[in-house]
């Protein structure tokens, strides 16, 4: 039986109400794919800049917008296990994730534990991979370290705060002071960013922190360097205090990209690192394995209470537009998650 999906098309740099509710008739599974029933999707910061044109390498407009995505399989192709079918499934999308059906790659799909609902499970996608890599892949923390988290509020923030806390790392955060009771409970210790951050980060850690996780950038990643410890590693993951900057969306990752490799380069015995999710990909299948083990792992401490699902709101996906414009006002704790209408 043929499925129209539902899709929300980006059709252009457009305010949020401007983002478009399309149907169109969904082919059917080639070999070695699945049709994936969308249950939830998120609203990253990713497509809050590809909305403006700043994501570095998006397509081209118009595009179906979407970095991941949690969902039941409704059919498979040729050479794909019939028992997928019915099995709930993650996948890291990139685009296309903001629809009520995918055709995707079974290669890349990831089981959801049982008992883990969908829109928990999306909270865990592309945060908890990014999360997971930036903490024990790249930054290689261990317990009794302490660590600086930038944004604790936030989707990948919140989560970085889980985990390390769950290996027994001290956690310093910084949000604004309407976020600071809900970073205390993820068990950090709060910083003001709008105030001194470098004064109240050395009050918690005068030797200095044994990695900073930035999503910022800009002038301020100097801060988040000069606050490491001896041997300690910066991860720079963004450039969010640069998306309503004019002109080319590049420069400010090719500016920071500069300066990481200029500091490698000095003998202070301090690392730093841009975070890039995608790297490795051209080896397609090291680059499955990698994602599916780190997201595994994070979904075994979700399902096990370990992590806890920070959804900072649950919005039909036929109302994308007002989730985009929410996740913007930086207002909730956690993520935005797109959830199918009833009628999908």
């Known amino acids: 039986m043929s499925v129209v999906a539902t899709e929300i098309v980006l059709p252009d740099r457009v305010d949020p109400d401007g983002l478009l509710v399309t149907r169109r008739p969904l082919p059917a599974p080639g070999p070695g794919q699945a049709v ?10 990713a497509e809050q800049q590809m909305r403006r044109g700043k994501y570095y390498d998006q397509p081209p ?7 991941d995505l949690v969902g039941t399989v409704s059919a498979v192709g040729a050479g794909v296990e019939p028992d997928m079918v019915g099995r709930r499934v993650a996948a890291l999308t990139k685009i296309g994730g903001w629809s009520s059906h995918a055709v995707l790659d079974a290669a890349d799909l990831v089981a959801v534990p049982d008992g883990l609902a969908a829109d928990a499970a999306e909270t865990f996608v592309v945060n908890g991979i990014t999360a997971w890599q930036m903490l024990f892949r790249i930054a290689k923390a261990r317990t009794g370290q302490t660590v600086l988290v ?17 290996k027994g790392i001290q956690v310093i955060g910084t949000s604004s002071a309407r976020h600071a009771e809900a970073v205390r409970a993820l068990g950090a210790s709060w910083v003001d960013y709008r ?8 009050a918690l850690a005068p030797g200095g922190v044994d990695a900073v996780f930035d999503h910022i950038g800009g002038p301020g990643i100097a801060d988040s360097f000069a606050l490491l410890a001896p041997g300690g590693t910066l991860v720079s993951y963004g450039t969010a205090s640069t998306k309503d900057d004019e002109g080319d969306s590049r420069l400010p990752v090719l500016r920071l990209l500069v300066r990481l490799l200029v500091w490698n380069a000095l003998p202070n015995k301090r690392n730093a690192h841009f975070f890039n999710l995608w790297a490795g990909k051209r ?3 090291r680059f499955r394995a990698r994602i599916a083990e780190d997201l595994s792992a994070v ?3 979700a399902a096990r209470g370990v992590l806890r699902a920070q959804i900072g709101a649950r919005v039909p996906l036929s109302e994308a537009g007002r989730a985009m414009r929410l996740a913007e006002s930086r207002t909730v704790v956690g993520k935005v998650v797109l959830v199918a209408d009833t009628e999908s």
Not at 36 to 45: N, T
Not at 61 to 67: C, D, I, L, T
């Open 36 to 45: 994936v029933a969308v249950e939830a999707s998120g609203v990253s910061f």
């Open 61 to 67: 407009f118009p595009f179906v917008p979407g970095y």
């Open 150 to 166: 930038h944004g604790a509020n936030g989707g990948v923030g919140s989560t970085l705060v889980q985990l390390a806390r769950s």
């Open 195 to 202: 105030g001194d951050v470098g004064r109240q980060v050395r």
């Open 283 to 285: 080896d397609l299948p």
């Open 299 to 301: 979904f075994d401490l």
